[in-house]
């Protein structure tokens, strides 16, 4: 009897030590699923606030855009097209109109479509962004901008693409045409949407310079022209197209004609209410038809305290296109002028307007006598007889022949 309770005992003693091991392993096994369930929970909840974060700092950076009235910005790797975010409804597909352009660095530096809605104002603010890094982040080849300030057609145009022909690398062409003009060109042109917005022009008022501006301006927007060239519709090349483009990319100077005139026609245009800012011995004349380097194109559409001057008080008979640039790089940038003009007109008729020739001018001699007339300029540190670059005025009846003439003569 007494061997049975003691056992009894022993077994009831096992059985309690079996039943707390197993009561302390359902709780380590509650207790591990509780954790597991509380990391998963931290785990959804880091995940939606990151997510809610970025929807809602994103909404609040297109907001704030929209409010500056900047655009949106685009991915990264420009493309519309990429999935939407998460929690936002997808978006429509955008029409081909409505599609942003990339901004990468060559369509920043180089931009090919002229056509913009800055005004004037807007405009040279921007063509007067400087970079401050000297160095550039991708090879730049140094461009020629011709800039055609026109009336409408181009009379010259075939001659002037015989000119352009296989130097598209090198030069860059802008049009400021009246408002509404469109010039026929085919594709293939060098012509071909090189037209900027325009607004009317008027001889011999403050227009004529706001439209010298408005060319430079535009032509600053690419940071591959380097030189700046100033035509009309009449004008016409007298050398070939390397010959002048090794001439502007290596000259020290810029080719402004400045000099002081002390008859009516020059000084006798001169404001005293320009005064104090300009004074009657900064005063200055010279053509119109300038060629000017990056530098000093930049601080001419940078100026406004000047410019304003000449728009108030220079009116006929004071012509500011003959006069403004003149001055204002003669009181600031003298050292960088060499004072004359590269393209050759006859004034030896008299009165407002030089001579035009037309289709009896149009020989071997007289392109001759353009090119080297006898006469020696400065060039650098040189005395050289190639002075003048371009010619004008030229009518339409002149093509032909300077197209029979151009091989022979100016070896294009």
Not at 6 to 34: F, I, N, P, W
Not at 37 to 43: K, L, R, T, W
Not at 261 to 283: E, T, V
């Amino acid at each position: 009897m007494g061997r049975t309770r003691g056992g009894e005992g022993r077994d009831d003693s096992s059985a309690v030590g079996e039943k707390e091991k197993h009561t302390c392993l359902l709780r380590m096994a509650q207790m591990l699923s509780y954790l597991m369930v509380f990391a998963a929970g931290v785990m959804i909840g880091l995940t939606t606030c990151s997510q809610i974060n970025g929807i809602f700092v994103s909404q609040r950076q297109q907001y704030s855009l929209i409010n500056r009235g900047l655009p949106r910005p685009q991915p990264s790797n420009c493309s519309l097209n990429q999935p939407p975010r998460i929690l936002l409804p997808p978006r429509p597909p955008l029409d081909p109109e409505d599609q942003f352009q990339c901004m990468d660095i060559d369509n920043f530096v180089h931009p090919t479509n002229l056509i913009h809605s800055m005004s004037d104002n807007e405009l040279f603010w921007r063509a007067s962004l400087l970079p401050k890094k000297e160095e550039y982040p991708y090879k730049r080849k140094p461009k020629v901008a011709f800039m055609f300030l026109t009336r409408g057609p181009l009379p010259m145009l075939p001659l002037w693409e015989r000119f352009f022909l296989g130097h598209s690398n090198f030069f860059n062409i802008y049009i400021h045409a009246p408002p509404g003009y469109h010039l026929q060109v085919s594709n293939y042109s060098a012509f071909y949407g090189r037209q900027i917005p325009s607004k009317e022009v008027s001889w011999g008022t403050v227009t004529l310079a706001d439209a010298e501006r408005r060319l430079l301006a535009n032509a600053l927007l690419d940071f591959s022209n380097e030189r700046f060239v100033l035509l009309s519709e009449s004008c016409i090349p007298v050398y070939n197209f390397p010959t002048v483009y090794r001439y502007l990319i290596d000259s020290f100077h810029s080719f402004v004609e400045s000099y002081d005139d002390p008859s009516r026609y020059g000084r006798g245009r001169y404001s005293r209410s320009m005064l104090p800012d300009i004074q009657l011995r900064h005063w200055r004349k010279g053509s119109q038809w300038f060629e000017l380097n990056r530098v000093l194109a930049v601080y001419i559409v940078s100026d406004t305290r000047y410019y304003t001057l000449f728009r108030k008080y220079c009116k006929p008979a004071c012509y500011p296109d003959e006069h403004y640039i003149q001055t204002f790089l003669n009181m600031f940038h003298g050292s960088l002028n060499s004072n004359r003009t590269v393209t050759w007109v006859d004034w030896s008729l008299g009165g407002p307007h030089p001579a035009t020739y037309s289709r009896a001018n149009i020989t071997v001699n007289f392109l001759q006598a353009i090119r080297n007339n006898g006469t020696l300029c400065r060039y650098n540190s040189d005395m050289t007889s190639v002075c003048f670059l371009f010619a004008r005025k030229f009518d339409h009846t002149a093509l032909e022949p300077l197209l029979g003439l151009s091989s022979q003569v100016m070896n294009f």
